[in-house]
């Protein structure tokens, strides 16, 4: 079975940093299109960045380049978001999101069946 598990959210002030892990299972890692999506109180889900592990490729939401960094280590089944410069329009519950044969634009359309649970995004001004 494809499991993601997400850690890493917390508290922190506008300009601060956070990391996010995600750490897969069940599919070949080095082969899969991984990826994070944010939904806020009363807002809909959005895309954050995505990547490709074979050949690296990665895409962006406009809100977030710039300032987030998606990275992953495949020796660790790993995909980081590396947050910078957060702004308290970041709030949210992030979520990792996975497509095991690699298909980015359905990742980023959203639209992959295999999501981990949330976790939460604070940023005080």
């Known amino acids: 079975d494809v499991q993601l598990q997400a850690s890493g959210g917390g508290l922190v002030q506008a300009g601060g940093s956070l990391r996010l892990s995600c750490v897969a299972s069940g599919f070949a890692f080095e082969r899969a299109a991984i990826g994070w999506f944010r939904q806020a109180p009363g807002k809909e889900r959005e895309a954050v960045a995505c990547r490709a592990n074979s050949g690296g490729s990665t895409l962006y939401g406009d809100s977030v380049k710039g300032r987030f960094t998606i990275s992953s280590d495949n020796a660790k089944n790993t995909v980081y978001l590396q947050m910078d410069n957060l702004k308290v329009e970041d709030t949210a519950v992030y979520y990792c999101?996975?497509?095991?044969?690699?298909?980015?634009?359905?990742?980023?359309?959203?639209?992959?069946?295999?999501w981990g649970q949330g976790t939460l995004v604070t940023v005080s001004s």
């Open positions: 999101t996975a497509s095991p044969r690699g298909w980015m634009v359905h990742l980023w359309s959203g639209r992959s069946e295999h």
